[in-house]
T-cell receptor, first 112, second 112 residues
Framework: EPEVTQTPSHQVTQMGQEVILRCVPISNHLYFYWYRQILGQKVEFLVSFYNNEISEKSEIFDDQFSVERPDGSNFTLKIRSTKLEDSAMYFC??????????FGPGTRLLVL | SQQGEEDPQALSIQEGENATMNCSYKTSINNLQWYRQNSGRGLVHLILIRSNEREKHSGRLRVTLDTSKKSSSLLITASRAADTASYFCFNAGGTSYGKLTFGQGTILTVHP
């Protein structure tokens, strides 16, 4: 069965550094999402992406965050200047023309 | 999607027993979906039931939908320790871009 993959699985970075989280969607999926989960808290929506543009974003998704699909396959989330509170598990999800979202295994980001 | 409200917040059972969790929602639906998250890892889609369906089965899962009461239930039969997870329901009310809004979920613990 096709899977969403994410790299890296873990990332440790210093506060103020830029990080790029990568996701490889399921082929022919059209909708892409990023969510995050701070340890012990519920999963939060960050952004949705469709037709090469952001379709919706949450209040969390401020100017420090950006998404793109640079080569038509990878879907990336960039955090320009990480903060301690960005430490979380980041999940990518993708969806085809049906309603089901398929989640990747997540990237655990730790900002020191 | 709209957030569903899962009930109970926590459920603890022995292996082999059945587990029932409930979901209430507020707005009209196109479909209702259940997902599972094992211990901070990625989420897995379990089952989708459409608004014109009343019951659906998938393996050991049985989902019912009562649109008059705006509620759904998920039954897991013959539970296993591997079913230990958080379970979430989502009301897909026709939002084009389909973000998932998470509630607290039902935390199911299955004791071996």
């Amino acid at each position: 069965e096709p899977e969403v993959t994410q790299t890296p699985s873990h990332q440790v970075t210093q506060m103020g550094q830029e990080v790029i989280l990568r996701c490889v969607p399921i082929s022919n999926h059209l909708y892409f999402y990023w969510y995050r989960q701070i340890l012990g808290q519920k999963v939060e929506f960050l952004v949705s992406f469709y037709n090469n543009e952001i379709s919706e974003k949450s209040e969390i998704f401020d100017d420090q965050f950006s998404v793109e699909r640079p080569d038509g396959s990878n879907f990336t989330l960039k955090i320009r200047s990480t903060k301690l509170e960005d430490s979380a598990m980041y999940f990518c999800a993708t969806r085809g023309d049906r309603e089901t979202q398929y989640f990747g295994p997540g990237t655990r980001l730790l900002v020191l | 999607s709209q957030q569903g409200e899962e009930d109970p917040q926590a459920l603890s059972i022995q292996e082999g027993e059945n587990a029932t969790m409930n979901c209430s929602y507020k707005t009209s639906i196109n479909n209702l979906q259940w997902y599972r998250q094992n211990s901070g890892r990625g989420l897995v889609h379990l089952i989708l039931i459409r608004s014109n369906e009343r019951e659906k089965h998938s393996g050991r899962l049985r989902v019912t939908l009562d649109t008059s009461k705006k509620s759904s239930s998920l039954l897991i039969t013959a539970s296993r320790a591997a079913d230990t997870a958080s379970y979430f329901c989502f009301n897909a009310g026709g939002t084009s871009y389909g973000k998932l809004t998470f509630g607290q979920g039902t935390i199911l613990t299955v004791h071996p």
